[in-house]
């Protein structure tokens, strides 16, 4: 298990895309988040679309790359999962966010699979609100749009002034 030392952390199991990633390490820098990837990875973690998404943030990113989705867990827990999903019933705002929560995000561009909603470790399923006929989200836009609401419950912890 891990020691919480930032506020937030994010988890995206098994993302497919580099540039999604890439936006969010530059968004887990700027926010002081932890971002956790849970394999399979659909990229590499050297390729050339990731580095460029990330700039030069990436470094200053917290990154963790676990095996498996039960290989985060272990790392996290007993931390309280959140996971993003447009079949929810709760909006993510109606969540009371704490200091360590662990906000998780499916593959491009399927989601969450049933499974892993239904695992016991999952606190709450939540959706991101969209128009009528929308199918989702980029995956690091609805990261950003989470991640700055739970940071914004939190106080903003560690950013300047």
Not at 9 to 24: D, V
Not at 99 to 122: K, M, N, R, S
Not at 135 to 148: E, F, G, K, Q, T
Request: aromatic share 8%; glycine share 6%.
């Amino acid at each position: 298990m891990t020691s919480v030392t930032r506020p937030l952390r994010i988890l995206f199991h098994s993302p497919q895309i580099p540039n999604n990633t890439g936006a969010t390490m530059r968004l887990a820098a700027v926010t002081g988040a932890e971002l956790h990837l849970a394999r399979p990875l659909g990229f590499d973690m050297d390729d050339t679309k990731l580095r460029r998404a990330g700039v030069d943030y990436r470094d200053q990113a917290a990154t963790f790359v676990h095996d498996s989705l039960s290989d985060a867990y272990r790392a996290l827990l007993p931390a309280r999962v959140f996971a993003f999903t447009a079949r929810a019933e709760a909006l993510y705002t109606e969540m009371a966010y704490q200091h360590g929560d662990v906000l998780l995000f499916g593959p491009e561009p399927t989601g969450l699979a049933p499974d892993v909603l239904a695992d016991p470790c999952i606190t709450a399923a939540v959706r991101i609100p969209m128009r009528p006929g929308m199918r989702s989200l980029n995956l690091a836009n609805a990261a950003a749009i989470a991640v700055y609401e739970a940071w914004r419950q939190l106080g903003h912890p560690g950013a300047g002034s």
